[in-house]
């Protein structure tokens, strides 16, 4: 009997600490669940205010300069704070779970331009609207000067109406204050949209570089493609094409037919290759210099004596020598100087006596090789190895143009002078 009463004690002693375990596994799983509830809604509040930042930011910075390529700000700004306005506007046009999400605007530092640096994953706020020469000063110059406004942040909050709780009430969340952050880049431009490249020719890449690797527009260069290789061969022709049989090479028709025809007919992405041609292209140069002749016309007479600006791709040449492939980089605005004839000139005789701003000196006014040497001192133009250009045949003269120019395709080229009109986002 006692053996009986001992057992049935027992039995009741386990059933009452099961029940604790069962109640303890209870308020675990409901734990569980109040965890698996609310994090997965917080995800989805935190993805929307992502969203938000990022649509403003992106917003903010796509406005952040001027069609000609300088800071929003000066004569030409509609308002001192434009590109902080619109991401907050941008920002603002979002909801979270269907409740508007909060900026508070620059006032509070929600929307805010300033400089995004790669090298050390920073945002510097800045309001100064001084813009920022993109000459003679290298990537990394740029990427450390926190006075180059290349960017805009923007952040967005669930503050006054915070995100929902669910479970997680019962452990005395009530609610959730959520926020998101986005730096939107613009950087140089990192693709050409079509017609955007003005003519079938390619600069090389080290003939707008200084010794220091920063774009250097104070030294004109000249391009006589296929002759003189290792002094004047700064550039060369190019179809435009970066399909899969790009690297085969391009041939005359093909260039000729695109001289002066409206540009590239695709877009162009830089880091792709190329067709090219760094050989001597007759027809094609024939048709250009009748193309430049024509584009200085005043009334029915030719009038040479203005600049010619194009938009030019940039590529890679290694050995100083455009081969059949070349890797597009960048985009550079250039200023045709002056195109030579196709026949010899022993005599200088076409060399002009005056030219956008220059003049040659009186006493070389009959002396052509005089007033070549005058021309190409006034207009800095050199050789790849650092001599003073020859007066040679079938040669075309350009000058790398320092003005701000208006922006262009994608975000992810290399600093040439041409600033993006589309920005990225960095974090």
Not at 123 to 131: C, E
Not at 212 to 220: A, L, R
Not at 293 to 315: C, F, H, I, K, R
Request: aromatic share 8%.
């Amino acid at each position: 009997m006692n053996k009986g009463l001992g057992l049935l004690s027992r039995l009741k002693n386990e059933r009452g600490a099961t029940a604790i375990i069962v109640a303890l596994l209870m308020f675990a799983f409901i734990g569980f669940t109040a965890l698996a509830v609310d994090v997965g809604h917080l995800f989805v509040v935190d993805n929307e205010l992502q969203n938000a930042a990022d649509a403003g930011a992106l917003a903010g910075a796509r406005f952040l300069y001027n069609e000609d390529g300088t800071i929003n700000g000066g004569d030409t700004a509609t308002n001192d704070g434009g590109a902080n306005a619109i991401a907050n506007d941008a920002a603002e046009a979002n909801k979270s779970e269907g409740v508007d999400v909060e900026s508070d605007g620059e006032q509070a530092g929600d929307s805010q331009r300033g400089h995004w640096s790669f090298a050390t994953r920073t945002f510097t706020p800045k309001s100064s609207l001084k813009p920022f020469k993109l000459f003679n000063v290298s990537t990394e110059e740029l990427d450390s000067n926190t006075l180059f406004i290349n960017a805009v942040m923007q952040t967005v909050k669930r503050k006054t109406i915070p995100a929902n709780s669910f479970f997680a009430k019962i452990f005395g969340y009530d609610n959730f204050v959520r926020d998101a952050v986005a730096v939107a880049y613009i950087g140089f431009a990192g693709s050409l949209d079509e017609g955007e490249a003005d003519q079938p020719i390619v600069i090389c890449e080290g003939s707008i570089l200084n010794d220091y690797g920063e774009y250097d527009c104070s030294i004109g260069r000249m391009i006589n493609s296929g002759q003189s290789v290792e002094t004047s061969e700064s550039g060369g022709w190019t179809s435009f094409n970066q399909e899969d049989n790009a690297c085969s090479g391009t041939s005359a028709n093909e260039v000729k037919a695109l001289v002066c025809s409206g540009g590239n007919e695709e877009p162009l992405t830089y880091g792709d290759p190329m067709a090219t041609n760094g050989g001597e292209i007759q027809s094609a140069f024939t048709k250009l210099r009748t193309c430049w002749v024509n584009a200085a016309m005043v009334g029915s007479e030719p009038d040479v004596s203005t600049l010619w600006q194009l938009m030019l791709p940039v590529v890679t040449c290694p050995g100083n020598n455009v081969g059949t492939c070349e890797e597009l980089v960048g985009a550079v605005t250039v200023n045709i100087v002056w195109i030579t004839g196709s026949g010899e000139d022993p005599d200088y005789s076409e060399v002009p006596t005056s030219h956008a701003g220059w003049e040659s000196l009186p006493d070389d006014a009959a002396n052509g090789q005089a007033r070549w040497n005058d021309f190409v001192q006034y207009w800095n133009l050199k050789n790849v190895d650092g001599t003073n250009a020859p007066y040679q045949k079938k040669a075309i003269y350009f000058l790398p143009d320092c003005a701000p120019h208006i922006p262009t395709g994608g975000t992810g080229g290399t600093n040439f002078g041409v600033l993006a009109k589309v920005p990225v986002l960095v974090n």
